[in-house]
């Protein structure tokens, strides 16, 4: 399956990408997305996660087409 | 009801008033109208700020306040709402968000007010990063409870 | 600071715009506003309302109103605030009262907002007449907690 | 001492005066006052009073020159 994966604001330039495509094969969930595209990095302490845009857990299912996001707590307002 | 993203400086007066007088049954209804606004400060955690960017992520942000403004409306009687949220390069002095809520009474527009800031705060996905005087960049790393 | 009491129709976006104007170091020093309207509506306790007329006590009003915001400055960091009140004679959708704070942060500007508006509709001495469609003529008995 | 009284709203309507000059012999509360001006009629419930603009009690003492007010409950905002 085809997951979009997409980084934001200081996790994005920690990681120095603001994108990923990955061709993943089995079920995974949000946690083995990370791992999968990051493989020498662990998930910051913190991390939000969102797929489709709406907030999830890392232990979530992700399933082909979905747009995988991480990013740090969030400072509007 | 109305969420806007704005990447250019906005004024919060002419936005409530163009939206208030967009709703054509609103005149002689409400009673009651809570307006918050978010200012960019030129001082951050004792040092000078000359500006800051702010990073959204787009979708998930209008997403996001769309279920923060519906929260709302099930929980008091609003008869109308309006989120403006800045993006983009900002100075000192420009708004950075309007909350705006029309209510029959007094409380709601109070509560409802401020349920959507303290949400808006906490979940919609807005990331600001400061340039201070110094020249030096940093994220902001996360939100206060609103005291401090 | 300032407290006004206003016979005519007032414009609640232009007093909260040259009261920010007339205060010379507020740029870039505050975060937060928090803004209070109340608006005259067409209709109370099942009725038509057509108009209404505001007596208030001259002199005492702005005594109360002045101890009113007192307070709140001595609750929170209050930068500044403004409050505005009608008299005389009043048509449904104009505004009534607005009361406007200037804070650091955002919950000292909802707190003081709320606080100021709460003291101010059981000390401040104003009483509300009602004209009904009717042509019915009646006094508001009491203020309500604001829910109702 | 000379008292200055004041009405206001509803009251004022059904006493149908707005301001009264009393002349009172001796010590004085603003219960008393009320009395003086008003023998016929008792104070209604929930009336508020002041004395030089602030809210006073009923038991409280007037002095020579005070303006003492009494009105219904307050419906401003």
Redesign the interface.
């Known amino acids: 399956m085809s997951i979009k994966v ?1 980084y ?3 996790l994005k330039e920690s990681i120095g990408r603001s994108e990923d495509i990955l061709g993943l094969a089995g079920m995974a969930t949000v946690g083995d997305v990370w791992r999968y595209a990051n493989p020498n990095k662990a998930l910051p302490d ?1 991390t939000l996660a ?1 797929v489709n ?3 999830v857990e890392l232990s979530s299912p992700v399933k082909d087409g979905d747009e995988v ?1 991480f ?7 | 009801m109305d969420i806007k993203i704005c990447s250019e400086a906005f004024d919060p007066w002419q936005e409530i008033q163009s939206h208030q007088h967009s709703v054509a049954d609103i005149a002689g209804k409400f009673g009651a109208t809570n307006i918050f606004i978010g200012t960019m400060r030129d001082f951050n955690e004792g040092d000078d700020v000359k500006g800051m960017t702010l990073e959204h992520y787009p979708g998930m942000t209008e997403k996001q306040l769309g279920k923060i403004v519906a929260e709302a409306l099930q929980q008091w009687p609003v008869i109308d709402a309006l989120v403006v949220h800045r993006v983009g390069d900002i100075l000192p002095n420009e708004p950075i968000v309007l909350v705006a809520v029309w209510t029959s009474h007094r409380g709601d527009a109070f509560d409802a007010s401020r349920y959507i800031m303290e949400a808006l705060k906490s979940r919609a996905p807005f990331w600001k990063k400061e340039l201070l005087e110094s020249e030096v960049e940093r994220w902001l790393v996360k939100n206060t409870d609103g005291y401090l």
């Open positions: 997409r934001f604001a200081s913190n969102a845009m709406d907030y996001a990013f740090p707590p969030v400072t509007g307002g």
